[in-house]
């Protein structure tokens, strides 16, 4: 307990402390004139300035030196102090949403990417209607180049930088690289190269540091181009500060003293970005940009404590509509700037950069007409009033996991359980689920443990609305939206405003001609040019309110994918008209989950309503005909109908009930079941369709085998001490010992709920049947099929038999996913080293341990990391059998390698000039320690210290190896791969009969007489795309980030050779 209160009280404090001194100051507040020097207040030139706009990836608000004591970044601090910085700036939660405002200067809601990131699979990027930020400069006479992680798209290739506004571009498309080889991944076995020059695959930049290689390329753009003939725009987005947390060794080391090896990796890539940002000033100084530019740097969302980054003092981290999520780093440096040296207050969005630069660059108000931001150049270079008022920070109809929300507490007029977030003046509403929302201190903080950095207590409101004052409450520790029910009716009918203007969100199934085996093992724009873009043919505006509807073609094409084998219909609609074809299957999406919740759906007859369904205290009854053939899905609030017939025609009436009672959810469902050729396939014969069902039942089990092979982990701990720390595996068992007699009385809850309690032998009361299980002779409670929302602090109450309260444990319960296969990738490096990367695709909190033959790695075996990071190299004379250990809290794998030198030899030896030579060298270059002598040399491998006049290696070799139990290739002896032999036998065979029959019918429907077919009408449905099911586990991506990157090598390896002459000066930071 004393533990407890002590670290409470820290919090406090720091808190505290951190509030007194805070300059607390209204947002759009003028500010007096500083005491430093000013700039020239008249331009140096009638020439428009020369943009450079830097973007970091995932710098959390205390990640740079100015707001951090533990992270050096003296370039930027300088720049900083030098310019404005801006400290009431605000950007989006994650990726996406921030560089597309960024690049259109309109909210998401106005360009459909409201909802999550644009994954590597998905057919969607900018919206073709909107006018890009560089295409208005390339209006004005600009020269645009960009350098770096463009993460807005590239299914057509129309989505590409080049064909938005660039002149140039240099870098990845998709949203995490890693860093030397440039290989990204979507998921096990969907990996990919990403890196391209303008349209083309860069494959020969393998092996460079990303942040080197694209301050090298901004330097180039820079050498090369007038500054007098023409203004540049550069926007140069690195992929640091994201993971996959890599850094070169020598940016490392000044961090060592750093207990927390994220964080210490983390600091490093800072570091190495701040170095990049002086070289590029060095470069704009040399070369005549310097007193006609403008530097802008910006981050693109908060940081993720859980990789090393920090918002402290804010509240929340990236992904969350928290301060942690939505406050940026950003300062605008400049000789141009008429007052210098200070700190803005300004209210700044980053909508307002397209605006402003569009400004700077000498356009008018008519080129940014429409546009969500504003031009805040005069508050940021004077120090005038922001003209901005207010900031949606986003509606996303998409996520709704709150833990209630109705329109009652809406006050009538908004769905509380929609995401949203508004900032108007000094109020900030939330509703919905706001994200993971914890105050995160830094690590170096005297009296806390190393492993606070990294703990997530899960302390998210219980509540669907929240309001803060930010200017007085700027860690967002007081809601008061019960003190001010005013204020939140105000800024919930601005929800309503804006909502009204929101176009459908654009978020598209994953397309399989994306994956990058199909298009030369690299992520490439899939769509051609003469395709049909699904997009373009439905998304289109239709009045100036951008309400559109999604219409139905009647193309033959587009009915065949209204009318498929599983349709899916109303996704956040309160009424829809679903098509399906019979024998198929249709869902409904009711609602994310109908955990305590009830539910009944009825159809409409001649005589009256039905019941067809009735979801009460978790139990699902299925009515009359549909006992067979209907699911009603609690944890993800689907309902689905299986092996549809006409008679299913009519209108569905589903009704979602909260616990009290309350009406959240009503939908009409009008089902029209239709014949189509598309059906065809299906009753055409019924060895075919058993041939079919065949076919998803093995392909089903070999998901679901290959994806739960690490379910049903059992762990256990011994809760009967205060503050113990307890850890399950995701979807496996945690066995907690709660008692030491079965007499105790004892109560087991969570934020005040009791979840299961015992008295007098017997259970009193038990909040999950199946969930909790007492096991009295043995004084242990089991909680079974454990997910994310377990991860809470708990509470177990012992009485005695006057029910006074003996004991009050608190126990904290942490849900990790266990760490899967394990992938060993190794190569060789240009001077002998060989270089060894372990990554696992799935688990939390990954610890690695190495070993070689048995023992942990030396530092005489390591040319740079340890044996406790995922990245290794060895220097030239190692080998032997290399183990690497993956572990976390709740489960441990192991991979092992044979390996061996990489065809360098220590050569030790005097020449016929009596010089001595004792060095490494390629043996296939070695001519100086080389004799005549009739006897053929020994192959053996040297080692260091070996002393021979006559020295041959093993045969050279430059592979790229690797080894894992997840291996891209199918493994012939795997009886899986003999099984999906037999499914790709079964398709063609499916296939060719599936032809005949369609061209049978078709024949036969040719000779029947013109006034039997049946015309299609023409049907509009409101837009709904995304799948139930699909959208469960894309929103526990996305709440996941988002980041791991997986790490895989070409089928045609190149061997990496170090870059020689680069003009960069890369310094040790000190």
């Known amino acids: 307990m004393a533990t407890t209160a002590l670290t409470g009280f820290s919090m406090m404090s720091l808190l505290s402390l951190g509030y007194l001194t805070w300059d607390v100051m209204s947002p759009n507040q003028v500010e007096n004139e500083p005491d430093q020097i000013f700039g020239d207040t008249s331009p140096t030139t009638l020439q428009p300035p020369h943009i450079i706009f830097i973007m970091t990836d995932d710098q959390g608000f205390n990640d740079i030196g100015y707001h951090s004591s533990d992270i050096r970044t003296p370039v930027l601090d300088k720049l900083a102090a030098d310019g404005v910085k801006l400290e009431n700036y605000y950007i989006q939660p994650i990726c996406t949403p921030s560089r597309s405002q960024l690049i259109t200067g309109r909210y998401q809601i106005h360009t459909g990417l409201q909802h999550s990131i644009i994954r590597p699979r998905q057919p969607n990027c900018l919206p073709f209607d909107q006018v890009t930020l560089p295409q208005r400069l390339q209006e004005l006479g600009y020269s645009t180049h960009m350098v770096g992680k463009w993460h807005l798209g590239f299914y057509k290739k129309e989505c590409l930088p080049t064909r938005r506004g660039f002149d140039t571009y240099f870098g990845s498309l998709t949203g995490s690289v890693n860093y030397y080889t440039y290989n990204s991944c979507d998921g096990p076995g969907m990996c990919g190269f990403d890196l391209h020059e303008g349209e083309s695959v860069a494959w020969g930049q393998r092996g460079k540091y990303s942040t080197h290689l694209y301050t090298q390329r901004v330097r180039k753009i820079l050498a090369t181009h007038d500054p007098q003939s023409q203004p540049l725009f550069i926007y140069l987005s690195f992929q640091a500060v994201h993971t996959p947390l890599q850094s070169p060794r020598e940016y490392i080391y000044p961090y060592r003293g750093l207990g927390n090896v994220a964080r210490r990796k983390y600091a490093a890539m800072v570091s190495a970005v701040d170095e990049a940002v002086r070289n590029i000033t060095y470069a704009l100084r040399k070369y005549g940009y310097y007193q006609n530019s403008v530097i802008i740097f910006s981050t693109d969302n908060g940081g993720q404590p859980l990789s090393g980054g920090s918002n402290w003092p804010l509240r929340g981290r990236k992904g969350t509509y928290w301060e942690g999520g939505v406050r940026g780093l950003g300062f605008v440096h400049s000789p141009l700037l008429r007052k210098k040296r200070r700190v803005s207050k300004a209210l700044v969005h980053i909508t307002d950069w397209y605006p402003t630069l569009v400004g700077l660059a000498g356009g008018n108000e008519s080129l940014t007409e429409g546009v969500d931001g504003y031009n805040v150049w005069e508050a940021i270079s004077e120090g005038k009033e922001s003209p901005r008022l207010e900031i949606l920070h986003n509606i996303d109809p998409l996520y709704n996991h709150a833990r209630s929300g109705s329109l009652q507490k809406g006050f009538g007029i908004w769905n509380t359980a929609i995401q949203a977030s508004i900032r108007a003046g000094d109020w900030k509403l939330l509703t919905g689920d706001p994200g993971y929302g914890d105050w995160t201190p830094p690590q170096i903080l005297p009296g806390f443990p190393n492993g606070w950095w990294n703990l997530e207590r899960h302390t998210a409101p219980r509540k669907s609305v929240l309001l803060f004052n930010i200017s007085g409450d700027p860690y967002e520790r007081f809601d008061l939206s019960e003190q001010r029910p005013d204020v939140v009716k105000q800024l919930l009918a601005r929800l309503v405003f804006y909502n009204r203007t929101a176009v459908p969100v654009r978020y598209p199934s994953e397309d399989p001609r994306a994956d990058p085996h199909l298009n030369g093992g690299a992520w490439v724009s899939w769509v051609g040019d003469e395709e049909e873009d699904s997009w373009d043919s439905v998304y289109q505006k239709k009045n100036k309110d951008w309400k559109t509807k999604l219409k139905l073609s ?404 430059n592979n790229i190896t690797s080894s894992g139990q997840n291996g891209s290739s199918f493994n012939i002896e795997d009886p899986w791969f003999i099984i999906m032999a037999g499914v790709l036998a079964a398709l063609v065979t499916l296939l060719v009969v599936g032809g005949a029959v369609i061209y049978v019918q078709k024949k036969k429907k040719n000779n029947t007489p013109k006034g039997t077919k049946e015309e299609a009408d023409e049907q509009e449905l409101t837009y709904a795309d995304v799948m139930g099911v699909q959208r469960r586990q894309v929103q526990q991506m996305a709440e996941a980030e988002v980041e791991y990157g997986q790490i895989q090598f070409s089928h045609q390896p190149r061997r990496i050779v170090e870059p020689t002459g680069d003009e960069c000066v890369y310094a040790k930071v000190r």
């Open 554 to 957: 009647k193309s033959r094409n587009t009915s065949i994918r209204s009318l498929a084998a599983e349709t899916n219909c109303c996704e956040n609609q309160s009424s829809c008209l679903c098509s399906v074809a019979p024998g198929g299957c249709v869902y409904v999406q009711v609602m994310t989950n109908a955990s305590d919740h009830q539910v009944r759906c009825k159809k409409q007859l001649p005589s009256g309503l039905v019941n067809v369904f009735t979801m009460k205290k978790e139990k699902v009854t299925i009515y009359g005909a549909f006992r067979n053939r209907t699911q009603f899905f609690i944890y993800n609030g689907t309902f689905k109908i299986t092996n549809v017939e006409r008679n299913d025609s009519g209108l569905y009436i589903i009704e979602a009930f909260d616990p009290n009672g309350v009406l959240v959810r009503n939908i009409n469902v009008e089902l029209d079941v239709q014949e189509h050729a598309s059906s065809i396939l299906i009753p055409a014969s019924a060895g075919v369709a058993a041939l079919l069902l065949l076919i998803l039942l093995v392909l089903v089990c070999y998901c679901v085998c290959k994806r739960n092979r690490k379910s049903g982990v059992e762990t256990y701990c011994d809760g009967r001490q205060n503050g113990t720390q307890c850890y399950g595996a995701l979807g496996g068992t945690v066995v907690i010992r709660v008692t030491n007699s079965i007499s105790t009385r004892f109560k087991f809850s969570k934020n005040n709920r009791t979840l299961f309690s015992w008295r007098r032998h017997k259970i009193e009361s038990n909040d999950g049947k199946n969930k909790f299980i007492f096991t009295h002779t043995n004084g242990t409670l089991r909680i079974n099929s454990l997910s994310q929302n377990d991860t809470d602090i708990y509470e177990l109450i012992t009485y005695n038999s006057d029910r006074i309260r003996l004991e009050v444990w608190t126990l904290h319960l942490s849900i990790q996913a266990p760490v899967s296969s394990v992938l060993l990738v190794s190569e060789c490096l240009s001077q002998g080293e060989r270089r060894v990367s372990c990554s696992s695709l799935e688990g939390d909190r990954q610890q690695y341990n190495w070993t070689l033959d048995g023992h942990t790695l030396k530092d005489t075996e390591l040319l740079a990391g340890n044996h406790e990071t995922d990245n290794i190299t060895l220097k030239q004379h190692v080998s032997g059998l290399l183990v690497c250990s993956v572990r976390n809290h709740v489960s441990h794998v192991s991979m092992e390698e044979r390996i061996s030198t990489c065809g360098f030899i220590f050569i030790n030896c005097t020449i016929s000039n009596e010089t001595h030579i004792s060095e490494w060298v390629f043996a296939a270059n070695n001519t100086l320690c080389i004799e005549p002598t009739t006897t053929p040399p020994t192959v053996a491998d040297t080692t260091v210290g070996k002393k021979t006049t006559i020295t041959v290696s093993v045969k050279p070799s």
